[in-house]
Structure formats: structure tokens, C-alpha cells
């Protein structure tokens, strides 16, 4: 599915992707929104320099370079944004950052401002939803999404919780002008203290392979969080399917 749409539709104002190289459908569909405001695309051409490293773990995968210079995009992005942005995401495109008690960000945000207004920075929790595991009515599985590459996210309702007994990653909004050097899930410099903020509050739904395999599927809670925006949802990823080519029109029917 296009997250892109879910994003805007949550108030994000601009998208920047750092793209070292996509598959045909998805450049279609990024050249799209190119050619708005919406989605900033910054080459990253990486792999021309240097061997980056394919994967998060060192030992593992090598290279030159980490994850294809994963921080180096995320700090560069936040030295772009610090005259232009009040608030900055940062996660991957699989990821959305979802308020459970507000309907946009921003509205979120000025309440949690509100209370913490000495804090740039905010610590969002990642919580996985198995997309082995289908939501069993098929109230979303839309017929003209079936040869559309990628995750139908509305399908996906069951979410797993998170074992607190271990390390769990967490993404983060910043005030950019608060920040001086970010990692993936944390900040390095920053001036005044981060926020963890309530998983009930706001999390981060991630639609992906297990983390804990172990789980029982009866041991999973149910999430419809996203079901609260399907109305604008679906119409707008149709039309951009079909703007980029993916969705013919006898297909939408």
C-alpha cells in the first residue's frame, strides 16, 4: 500500500526519501508525487562510491559503510528541515507513526508540547503487526489492489505486544533545531531530555514479519486503528495507483 497517503492524511506536510534505487512500479509512483511538494526525492547513490553494507548488523553483512548510510541520510535530513520544519519524523516508509487519542500529528503534538515544553525530542514505540496473520472477514482485501505490489496494511489488524524485558527500539519526532546528531532509534546530542511517549497515546504500527515468534496467535491483540481512516484512505491510494499507471481503470471498479 502507498503509506505516503496515510501520512498526509495524518497531517504530514512533506515526505523526504532518500532513494538509492526502487523497482519500476514504485518509481512511477514516486514520480508522482515528485512532481508536487509533497515527496522530496534526494538521490542516494551510494553503491556508486562505496560498498554499503545491505544489512543493520556489521559482522553479518560488511561493506564500507553501514545500511547504506542510513545515519548519514537521517542526520542530513535533519539539517535540512531546521529552517523549514517545526517537527521532523523520522522512520522507515513501512512505518507510521499513529496517534490513538488525536486525529493528526499535529494536533498530538501541540498537546504533548504543551506538556513537555522543554522537550524536542519524542520517543515513539515500534509495535510489530505480523502480516502472516489476516484480518478473517476480508473486509479490505480489495480486488483491485491484487496486482499491486507490496502490503495491503488494512488487512492487518493484529499487533503484537512488546517484550519490555528486552531492548525495544523506538522512533523519534524531533524539533530539528533541538538536535544535533541522531541515530535510528535514539538521539546522540540533543539540548534537554527526550519523552518516551505512552504506547496508548501514540506508536508506531509496523506491518512486517514477526519479532516475536513465539507468540500464539490467540496471544496477539486486535488493533483496527487504521480502519478509522479508510474512508479517505482508499479513494486516495486508488487515484494514485492509477496516476502512475498501477491501477487500470477497469480494474476499479
Same mark, same amino acid.
Given at each position: 500500500m502507498d503509506i505516503t497517503k496515510q501520512l498526509r492524511l495524518l497531517g504530514v506536510d512533506r515526505v523526504v526519501i532518500y532513494n538509492t534505487s526502487c523497482g519500476p512500479e514504485l518509481d512511477r509512483l514516486l514520480k508522482t508525487y515528485s512532481r508536487t511538494d509533497f515527496v522530496e526525492m534526494v538521490p542516494w547513490p551510494i553503491d556508486l562510491m562505496m560498498t554499503p553494507s545491505r544489512g543493520w548488523l556489521f559482522s553479518q553483512s560488511g561493506g564500507d559503510l553501514h545500511y547504506f548510510g542510513q545515519l548519514?541520510? %537521517?542526520n542530513e535530513c535533519i539539517y535540512r528541515s531546521m529552517e523549514r520544519s517545526r517537527y521532523v519524523l523520522l522512520n522507515d516508509i513501512? *512505518?507510521?507513526i499513529m496517534p490513538y487519542k488525536h486525529n493528526s500529528l499535529m494536533s498530538l503534538m501541540?498537546? %504533548?508540547q504543551q506538556q513537555h515544553p522543554k522537550t524536542g525530542v519524542f520517543l515513539i514505540e515500534n509495535h510489530i503487526f505480523p502480516k502472516k496473520y489476516f484480518e478473517p472477514s476480508g473486509r479490505f482485501h480489495l #480486488?483491485?489492489?491484487d496486482k499491486v505490489p507490496g502490503v495491503n496494511i488494512l488487512e492487518h489488524i493484529y499487533r503484537e505486544a512488546p517484550d519490555? #524485558? =528486552?531492548y525495544h527500539p523506538h522512533k523519534i519526532i524531533v524539533q530539528p533545531r533541538s538536535v544535533e546528531q541522531v541515530s535510528v532509534h535514539e538521539v546522540l546530542k540533543s539540548f534537554g531530555a527526550p519523552y518516551k511517549v505512552p504506547p496508548d497515546v501514540c506508536r508506531i504500527i509496523h506491518v512486517r514479519v514477526p519479532l516475536r515468534r513465539k507468540l500464539k496467535f490467540e496471544e496477539l491483540n486486535e488493533d483496527k486503528r487504521l480502519w478509522d481512516f479508510h *474512508?479517505? %484512505?482508499i479513494p486516495n491510494v486508488d487515484r494514485? %495507483? =492509477?496516476r502512475a499507471g498501477l491501477l487500470g481503470s477497469e480494474e476499479h471498479k
Amino acid at each position: 500500500m502507498d503509506i505516503t497517503k496515510q501520512l498526509r492524511l495524518l497531517g504530514v506536510d512533506r515526505v523526504v526519501i532518500y532513494n538509492t534505487s526502487c523497482g519500476p512500479e514504485l518509481d512511477r509512483l514516486l514520480k508522482t508525487y515528485s512532481r508536487t511538494d509533497f515527496v522530496e526525492m534526494v538521490p542516494w547513490p551510494i553503491d556508486l562510491m562505496m560498498t554499503p553494507s545491505r544489512g543493520w548488523l556489521f559482522s553479518q553483512s560488511g561493506g564500507d559503510l553501514h545500511y547504506f548510510g542510513q545515519l548519514t541520510t %537521517l542526520n542530513e535530513c535533519i539539517y535540512r528541515s531546521m529552517e523549514r520544519s517545526r517537527y521532523v519524523l523520522l522512520n522507515d516508509i513501512d *512505518e507510521i507513526i499513529m496517534p490513538y487519542k488525536h486525529n493528526s500529528l499535529m494536533s498530538l503534538m501541540s498537546m %504533548l508540547q504543551q506538556q513537555h515544553p522543554k522537550t524536542g525530542v519524542f520517543l515513539i514505540e515500534n509495535h510489530i503487526f505480523p502480516k502472516k496473520y489476516f484480518e478473517p472477514s476480508g473486509r479490505f482485501h480489495l #480486488s483491485q489492489w491484487d496486482k499491486v505490489p507490496g502490503v495491503n496494511i488494512l488487512e492487518h489488524i493484529y499487533r503484537e505486544a512488546p517484550d519490555r #524485558s =528486552k531492548y525495544h527500539p523506538h522512533k523519534i519526532i524531533v524539533q530539528p533545531r533541538s538536535v544535533e546528531q541522531v541515530s535510528v532509534h535514539e538521539v546522540l546530542k540533543s539540548f534537554g531530555a527526550p519523552y518516551k511517549v505512552p504506547p496508548d497515546v501514540c506508536r508506531i504500527i509496523h506491518v512486517r514479519v514477526p519479532l516475536r515468534r513465539k507468540l500464539k496467535f490467540e496471544e496477539l491483540n486486535e488493533d483496527k486503528r487504521l480502519w478509522d481512516f479508510h *474512508e479517505r %484512505l482508499i479513494p486516495n491510494v486508488d487515484r494514485a %495507483l =492509477k496516476r502512475a499507471g498501477l491501477l487500470g481503470s477497469e480494474e476499479h471498479k
